[in-house]
């Protein structure tokens, strides 16, 4: 395993903004340890790279002493800002016929295009959040309706960044002189999504022979459950000022059709490996996916992990099912990644 990682305490931002630093996304040295740790658990070598620079040096300097046959590239945190940034890595390794364990350059780029996946699940006829595209060429492909609440994102990014408590608002005659505001300072187009009160709920994704998935995880905020019309904003991730629970406690029938939804829209989207769909719950039992990440974090504070432990089964499980389940896909020897 080669872990392309950028760090918190020793990657420099290539590329940042002023208020919401992309750092939020980037490993602490807690989260590396566990990583390292998890791997080692489980059995298999793991060789840690810093930064996509790093990993540039890697393939030209160190490929050849790598310490196993065949490595297998795991890229967990991305540096810089503007599209396709997800699709360095996955680029490269196609380019040196290097394998993945998780989704390719093109998957990589299309789970972190809020507007674009949002727009193909609904073409596919999934249960999605309406959603708007707020462009330097103006509305597309037309403006929301006149007072309607909703919540403005920045199109290219995740862990919450650019979203605050204003972010949720509603469509009135200044919301355009916000959104260009918005657009300005994170340098890209906003999508505008109609609010969905209710439940926030993440469906970790993992690959067998299918998308496979185990558990609902429910976003517990403050101690609430139902967060009603509060959201999951920057400074929650950042501090991981928040906690799961299984969402069948809530509704299982509700958490076994979000599971449904969620393997759909992972096989649509085309991802490989770990991926993870994001829903809101209206307290009527309506569900809408509200984000999809092909790139989610495995650290120990994720939906990944707690399903893990609520089965019984260590962290390092997680790590061993991941790389797994990749060898198979991409047949490759499991003893070529392992001690």
């Known amino acids: ?3 392309v990682a950028n760090l918190k305490e020793r990657t420099t931002p290539i590329d940042d903004y002023e208020t919401d630093s992309i750092v939020t996304e980037f490993l602490s040295n807690r989260e590396l340890d566990d990583f390292i740790d998890g791997f080692e658990k489980a059995g298999i070598y793991c060789e840690v790279i810093v930064d996509e620079d790093g990993f540039v040096r890697w393939l030209t300097e160190r490929r050849q002493n790598f310490g196993r046959p065949q490595p297998l590239i795991y890229n967990v945190t991305q540096n810089g800002t503007g599209p396709a940034r997800f699709s360095l890595v996955p680029g490269l390794c196609r380019l040196n016929r290097l394998p993945l364990v998780d989704s390719d350059a093109y998957g990589s780029a299309l789970g972190q295009h809020k507007f674009h996946f949002i727009s193909l699940l609904e073409h596919f006829g999934l249960p ?6 707020f462009t330097k060429h103006g509305w597309w492909p037309v403006a929301p309706p006149s007072g309607l609440k909703v919540i403005a994102k920045p199109t290219l990014d995740s862990a919450s960044v650019g979203i605050h408590r204003d972010s949720v608002t509603f469509v009135d005659a200044q919301l355009e002189d916000r959104l260009a505001a918005l657009a300005r300072e994170f340098r890209q187009p906003i999508t505008v999504q109609e609010f969905v009160p209710g439940f926030e709920v993440e469906v970790p994704v993992l690959e067998a022979t299918g998308p496979e998935t185990c558990m609902a995880v429910g976003i517990e905020l403050q101690g609430r459950k139902d967060l009603g019309d509060t959201i999951m904003v920057y400074d929650d991730v950042f501090a991981d000022g928040y906690s799961f629970y299984d969402f069948s406690s809530v509704d299982q029938h509700l958490a076994e059709r979000l599971q449904m939804v ?8 085309g991802f490989n490996g770990p991926a993870r769909i994001d829903f809101r719950v209206l307290p009527n039992g309506g569900i809408k996916v509200m984000e999809v990440t092909a790139k989610p974090h495995l650290t120990a504070h994720t939906s990944f992990n707690h399903t893990m432990q609520a089965m019984g089964r260590p ?4 790590l061993k099912y991941m790389v797994g389940s990749a060898a198979q896909r991409l047949k490759i020897d499991h003893s070529a990644a392992q001690n």
């Open 315 to 318: 962290y390092s499980d997680l």
């Open 262 to 269: 969620a393997r759909q829209a992972y096989v649509g989207l």
């Open 128 to 133: 999605v959040a309406r959603s708007w595209w």
């Open 1 to 3: 395993m080669v872990l």
